[in-house]
């Protein structure tokens, strides 16, 4: 059974950090490209970041500079590193594995999401 469970959320003031962890299992994780997802209050789906089998990182644009995304493939573990976090950061963040080793393909799996909170 694949799992991913997502951890690591909580309150922050504004400028502050946090790291966000996913542990997976049932699945070869390291084979697989893995992104984070994010759904802000009353809003849809954004993709945040996304790292490939190979570690190449690929970032949206709002977060440029202040989120770094990696994975230990010994630990099963995908990382999401979030600095200088701001008020618009606010949302549940949900880590995902993607069909192929790149993060351009669809989405298989889905963890429970954690929930991370910005005040200002």
């Known amino acids: 059974e694949v799992q991913l469970v997502e951890s690591g959320g909580g309150l922050v003031q504004s400028g502050g950090s946090l790291r966000l962890s996913c542990a997976a299992s049932g699945f070869t994780f390291s084979i697989y490209g893995m992104s984070w997802v994010r759904q802000a209050p009353g809003k849809g789906l954004e993709w945040v970041s996304g790292i490939t089998s190979g570690g190449s990182t690929a970032y949206v644009d709002s977060v440029k500079g202040r989120f770094t995304i990696s994975r230990d493939n010994a630990k099963n573990t995908l990382y999401l590193q979030m600095n200088s976090l701001k008020p618009e950061d606010t949302a549940v963040y949900f880590c995902?594995?993607?069909?192929?080793?790149?993060?351009?393909?669809?989405?298989?799996?889905w963890g429970i999401g954690t929930l991370v909170i910005v005040s200002s």
């Open positions: 995902a594995n993607h069909q192929t080793n790149g993060v351009s393909a669809g989405i298989i799996y």
